[in-house]
């Protein structure tokens, strides 16, 4: 069975009843890392914040299951839910700028969740974020420990955002386009350190990202989605090899490539788009009337 | 080899002239007040009515021991402003202190929890803010009654919105940020975060705003001293000496003015200070 494995999934915004996702399923095994792709607003991050019970208070959850470790997590009570999530699950969050506390030094906000949360003595959860900060090669670890995150790049933050990820030794890491809100040289160190600690220490990865380079370097499997409907998933190997999905070959096809810059900037054909609208709609007549 | 550390660390900020302006007249006045009785030259109640508007010292016809001369009954003008202090300070630290704990606790509240609480607390404010502040102040002091405690109750249940609005607003744009999720995941319950997340980084605000209301407080104890509404008339407030020096400004000028100005200075270092701590104790520096 997978250690992750979303159900129908369909999310909504609770106003207008608007759909965010539609019969979304998914499954990660431990260990595995699986790519979410999609445009802007395809839903990709709201399948992460649906696992992780961090859902804007806009949505609401209209129907599906989301099974963690065997664990159906939309059928506990909050406070369990959030404990369960606390020990199995971690965020790697997108923007690196608003993800640590500013009025709070960097040590406890690494070692909170461990003393807090894990019960662990406050003397080995620093040890632990020591050794964490000096695995994503954080200089002088002790001195950032206690600096605030106004004193840092963003770089640095976004390291320590993955040491802290890391730190309980989750299960399931939830990546959400950790390297969008960094410059293109930070972006690679970045992945390649992710991917490293992913190797290291066998996490599941649910890597959200609208980059299809990102996908082919880091991801085993993956989703594709399009407003709110999966339209494809497969191994990385055969979806590069061969989409099955026409909108999945436009996506590869618009990939930008460096022999070619702007040969290869070819949007997706209209024909394409006007079909999957269309699927939608039918999908969406034929669910809520 | 050049220290290739990042400098953004070692930034220390001055305490700026403005902090120690604002700081040393508060002090000041807190000292005078306190020891009112060891630092006034004469019994701010003693009524002498052969020494009936004495002008300031540096003008003809003072006398010595009435620095800041006296009033239309001999009472001494500086004693009075010293002892017009102590009611004044004792207004703004506790009427500020409530006010801002219990605006900021629901502002807090409504920011972050959002939903029904937030539906409430935010239509309580809206109604809060179509009363007249000064009327609302005035009517209820005439139902409940004249005296130290209506005032500061008349002060924390006017003024309690001042900090609600403003905390609500900034609670919900911390609420929205990536590191309060990251608190969630991490197993934080709702009030929890609250506590310890989002508080410390409005603190700052509440801080300023908390300095602003204790000037606030000043004005507002003095604006009912001058309408006979504060404390009992005999002890010497600032409100009562500018109604009563209003009166014969044109003979005795220096009765309004000189407690016209320590309102004034004491009210802009209240707000200097804010400013002024805000630029100290706020980590981002913003």
């Known amino acids: 069975m997978s250690f992750l494995s979303v159900k129908n999934l369909t999310l909504r915004l609770r106003d207008n009843r608007a759909p965010l996702l539609r019969d979304v399923s998914l499954e990660v095994s431990a260990g595995e890392v699986h790519g979410l792709v999609g445009e802007s607003g395809a839903g990709k991050s709201m399948i992460g914040k649906a696992v992780l019970g961090i859902l804007p208070r806009a949505v609401e959850i209209a129907g599906g299951e989301i099974w963690l470790d065997g664990v159906d997590l939309l059928a506990l009570p909050p406070a369990a839910r959030r404990k369960r999530v606390g020990g199995l699950a971690a965020l790697i969050p997108q ?6 506390n500013p009025s709070r030094r960097i040590g406890p906000q690494i070692t909170d969740r461990l003393v807090d949360i894990l019960g662990w003595k406050r003397a080995e959860a620093e040890a632990r974020a020591l050794d964490l900060l000096g695995e994503v090669q954080i200089n002088d670890p002790a001195r950032v420990m206690r600096q605030y995150p106004h004193e840092l790049s963003g770089g640095m933050r976004q390291r320590i955002l993955i040491a802290s990820a890391f730190a309980a030794e989750p299960k399931l890491i939830v990546a959400d386009e950790p390297t969008t809100a960094l410059d293109v040289t930070v972006q690679k160190q970045i992945l390649r350190l992710i991917a490293g600690m992913q190797a290291r220490h066998g996490t599941a990865l649910l890597f959200v990202t609208h980059d299809l380079g990102v996908v082919s370097k880091v991801c085993q499997s993956l989703s594709v989605l399009y407003a709110g409907r999966i339209l494809e998933q497969s191994t990385v190997r055969d979806f590069f090899a061969a989409p099955s999905h026409p909108y999945s070959a436009a996506l590869l096809g618009a990939t930008p490539k460096y022999t070619d810059p702007e040969g290869s900037l070819t949007p997706v054909p209209e024909a394409i788009i006007a079909r999957l609208r269309a699927e939608i709609a039918a999908y969406d007549e034929a669910h809520h009337g | 080899m050049a220290d290739l550390t990042d400098g953004r660390g070692a930034v220390k900020r001055r305490i700026g002239t403005r902090l120690w302006l604002a700081g040393g007249w508060l002090t000041l006045l807190l000292l005078a007040a306190v020891f009112a009785p060891l630092v006034a030259p004469q019994d701010p109640l ?18 010595a021991g009435y620095w800041l ?78 005296g130290l405690h209506s005032i500061i109750l008349a002060i924390v249940i006017i ?41 410390p980084n409005v603190l700052p605000t509440i801080v300023v705003l908390l300095t602003l209301e204790m000037g606030i407080a000043v004005i507002v104890e003095a604006i009912l001293s001058f309408v006979n509404l504060s404390i009992s008339t005999d002890d010497p407030t600032w409100g009562g000496m500018i109604a009563e020096g209003r009166a014969s400004v044109y003979q005795a000028w220096w009765v309004l003015v000189f407690p016209l100005i320590t309102l004034f200075l004491t009210v802009l270092a209240f707000s200097q200070l804010g400013e002024g701590l805000k630029d100290r104790f706020d980590p981002v520096l913003r």
């Not at chain 2, 052969?50 to 003072?62: I, M």
């Open chain 2, 159 to 199: 003024d309690w919105t001042r900090f609600a609005r403003v905390v609500r607003a900034e609670a919900m744009a911390q609420g929205a940020m990536d590191y309060v999720a990251s608190a969630q995941v991490a197993g934080r319950g709702r009030i929890g975060t609250m506590l310890r997340e989002i508080l």
């Open chain 1, 95 to 100: 923007d690196p700028l608003t993800a640590l």
């Open chain 2, 46 to 63: 003693a009524q002498d009515l052969f020494l009936t508007r004495l002008p300031p010292f540096w003008e003809k016809g003072a006398e």
């Open chain 2, 69 to 146: 001369g006296t009033d239309s009954l001999g009472r001494d003008v500086l004693s009075r402003v010293i002892y017009g202090a102590r009611l004044a300070l004792v207004v703004a630290l506790v009427a500020g202190s409530i006010t801002c704990i219990i605006g900021s606790a629901l502002g807090l509240m409504a920011g972050f929890l959002r939903g029904w609480v937030d539906l409430v607390i935010s239509r309580l404010i809206d109604i809060w803010m179509a009363f007249p502040p000064v009327l609302f102040s005035i009517l209820l002091i005439a139902v409940i009654g004249p």
